[in-house]
């Protein structure tokens, strides 16, 4: 199968416009987690090499050749960003199954194109995002002005690895600004595949960097004295600490983290479409998605018939080759998100919890796990109250609208959720009752790069997508002039 893909060379660094060999010659070998195959040596960027990427993004900045070119040319090229992505969507999406273990249908239709979107939708802000005047005492004249915030570094995780590290560089190239970017250790190659892209198309040297490399090299670019902002998605732990490294320099902070999202069934839901967006709520991606519905709150009076109808569904899932066409459940992504997993899974079972589906691995040599519905489950448990991150779901019943959303905003974590009534009161009121950025009504996961998508509480801070997504990446001048 890797004979037919044509893998990038990931043995060297993306910085200024040239691929560079890492300053400490170090490399690691990257894995195919549906084989537990080797697939390629990935270099891995140090401190030298991120100072030398800032160097380079903070005079590509000065340079104005990016940010000092007509906004709508800097939209134009975006524009083009999609375009190629989609044109070269079976080949991205190839790399992107064999590197992360996900379906390639899924990442064919998903990933990719939602990737391009963003390039294609961002393209579209860069000359739209303006300042304004302001109604101040006659005397005065006073405007602001969005300017870039400057060099950004992006630190992205495994789970939808192209689609991430466009939802980063596409707002911030559309306001201006350059990023360094450095992709998980788990999923470089689609990071690879878009800087040649970037540089096919023409975009000023040093605009864009990658730097490959484990949690280090992401510390040493929130570290960086002259990286003026940090836009992040990855676990809340990690998050903390970004925030923590951040703090030295006061750098601007965005912050994508967990989740352990609730879908609330309510009585009077249709149970058949509950049951669809229940369970690729919890099951797509391999349940590896920070939105993941893993958490079903069930009224107590339909319980029986949505569980019955749930299970049958589930059931129906069985991890596989992630190439091959029928498959809607690849693999882990590593051996240790299969580690994490299994513990999860066997915390639930000391707690007390009753497996009603899966509980252990799939068939097959890659880190393949079954999906997992867990019944009876109180809210105060570890596996309703920790984000596991793989294709676990907690399964627990509710009395009322009251008790449902204690239960649902009884966690640390407030990233999205999912409501199915078919009472629009009912709907609206529960809506505003929930602590989440995201609530979906009668559907699951329905993520747009129109959208605002981001968390409340330790579900991190900003907010990506849609006109807030752009204002992410720009800081506001305030000009008063005495006339
Ligand atoms: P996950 O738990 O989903 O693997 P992580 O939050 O551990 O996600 O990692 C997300 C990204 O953050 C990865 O690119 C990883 O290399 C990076 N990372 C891990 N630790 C740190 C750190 N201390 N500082 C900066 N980046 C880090």
Known sequence: MIADISIPDCSKLFIGGEWVTPDQQKSYSNENPARREPINEVAIAGAADVDRAVQVARAALDSKEWAGMPAADRGRLLWRVGQTLRERAADLAALESLDTGKPFVEALYGDIPHAAGAFEYFGGWSNKISGEVLPVPPRFFDYTRREPVGVVGAVIPWNFPLQMAAMKIAPALAMGNSIILKPAEQTPLTAFAL?????????????????????????????????????????????????????????????????????????????????????????????????????????????????????????????????????????????????????????????????????????????????????????????????????????????????????????????????????????????????????????????????????????????????????????????????
């Open 195 to 483: 800087a040649g892209i970037l540089e096919e198309l023409g975009l000023p040297a040093g605009v864009v960097s990658v730097l490959p490399g484990f949690g280090q090299t992401g510390a040493a670019i929130v570290a960086h004295a002259d990286v003026d902002k940090i836009t992040f998605t990855g676990s809340t732990a990690v998050g903390k600490q970004i925030m923590r490294g951040a703090a030295d320099t006061l750098k601007r902070v965005s912050l994508e983290l967990g989740g352990k999202s609730p879908n609330i069934v309510f009585e009077d839901a249709d149970i058949k479409r509950a049951v669809r967006g229940v369970t690729t709520g919890i099951y797509y991606n391999q349940g590896q998605m920070c939105t993941a519905g893993s958490r079903v709150l069930v009224h107590e009076s339909v319980h029986d018939a949505f569980m019955e109808a749930f299970l049958a569904e589930a059931s129906k899932i069985r991890p596989g080759d992630p190439m091959a066409k029928e498959t809607r459940m690849g693999a882990l992504v590593s051996e240790e998100q299969f580690e994490r997993v299994s513990q999860y899974v066997e915390i639930g079972r000391k707690e007390g919890a009753n497996v009603a589906l899966g509980g252990g691995p799939g068939d097959g040599d890659g880190y393949f796990y079954k999906p997992t519905v867990f019944t009876d489950v109180r809210p105060e448990q570890r596996i309703a109250q920790e984000e596991i991150f793989g294709p676990v779901v907690a399964t627990t019943t509710f009395a009322d609208e009251e008790e449902a959303l204690a239960i649902a905003n009884g966690v640390t974590y407030g990233l999205a959720s999912g409501i199915w009534t078919n009472n629009l009161s009912r709907a609206h009121r529960v809506a505003q009752g929930l602590k989440a950025g995201t609530v979906w009504v009668n559907t699951y996961n329905a993520l747009w790069n129109e959208a605002p998508f981001g968390g409340y509480k330790q579900s991190g801070h900003g907010r990506e997508g849609g006109r807030y997504g752009a204002e992410l990446y720009t800081e506001i001048k305030n000009v008063c002039i005495y006339i």
